[in-house]
């Protein structure tokens, strides 16, 4: 009777060992969030004694200090601030040989007008669809018709800080960004924006400065 005791006993803890570990606990899963791992310091898990399972709490005791220390590889600047002005830059030397864009008589000179205005560069006379050139070699940073009273217009960079200007034209060829060659075609005279007739004006800029285009221009008439 002894042994055969003994042998349900052995029985029973065999069968019995698999149904406690099934209502056993889980192990508690320590997981870390953005939150935690954008903070400076590593976490430290601290657990905190309860009747029920483990429960981990993230503390950081590597919290950004207040104030910050500055770090010693920061070097202080101490270039003297110079605060920009709206006085336009004087013209810059170096200015490339400008060609005339298109051949016509000046309608309109660079300076006072007439009217009491200003004339910012000069019209040039044109046929309708004359094409017209660059100026000078160079990038174009605006080709579009937002601007007003200048109808279809191009702005092309030059060398030296020197800007053209190109408005009044049927129709562009060119694009934003693209690069043109002195005497390229960049578009065909026309009669848009605020004129009454066909004609181009033409704009030489140093940097944001208007100047007098006959005095860059290689010649000093269109009959080129």
């Not at 209502?23 to 969030?33: A, G, I, R």
């Not at 217009?153 to 060829?173: D, F, N």
């Not at 043109?180 to 924006?193: E, K, L, M, N």
Request: glycine residues 10%; contains cysteine; positive net charge.
């Amino acid at each position: 009777m002894g042994h055969f005791r003994k042998i349900i006993l052995v029985v029973f803890a065999a069968l019995a060992a698999p149904l406690l570990a099934g209502c056993m606990p889980d192990t508690p899963k320590t997981h870390l969030t953005w939150d935690v791992n954008t903070r400076l310091g590593k976490p430290r898990a601290v657990a905190t004694k309860s009747n029920s399972a483990k429960t981990y709490v993230y503390q950081d005791k590597y919290a950004t200090p207040t104030p910050r220390p500055a770090p010693n590889y920061v070097t202080k600047n101490n270039t003297a601030y110079t605060p920009v002005t709206a006085k336009p830059l004087a013209p810059v030397g170096g200015a490339p040989a400008f060609a005339w864009p298109v051949s016509g008589r000046v309608v309109s000179d660079f300076g006072a007008t007439s009217s009491g205005g200003k004339n910012d560069g000069i019209n040039i006379a044109t046929a309708m669809g004359v094409p017209v050139h660059a100026s000078a070699s160079g990038t174009v940073t605006y080709a579009g018709d937002e601007l007003k009273g200048y109808g279809n217009l191009v702005l092309i960079k030059h060398s030296g800080g020197y800007t053209t200007a190109y408005a009044h034209a049927e129709r562009l060829v060119v694009s934003k960004g693209d690069f043109v060659a002195r005497g390229q075609v960049i578009g065909y005279s026309g009669q848009t924006g605020d004129v009454s007739s066909p004609q181009l004006h033409f704009e030489i800029r140093s940097n944001t400065t208007p100047v007098n285009p006959r005095s860059y221009l290689t010649t000093t008439s269109a009959s080129n």
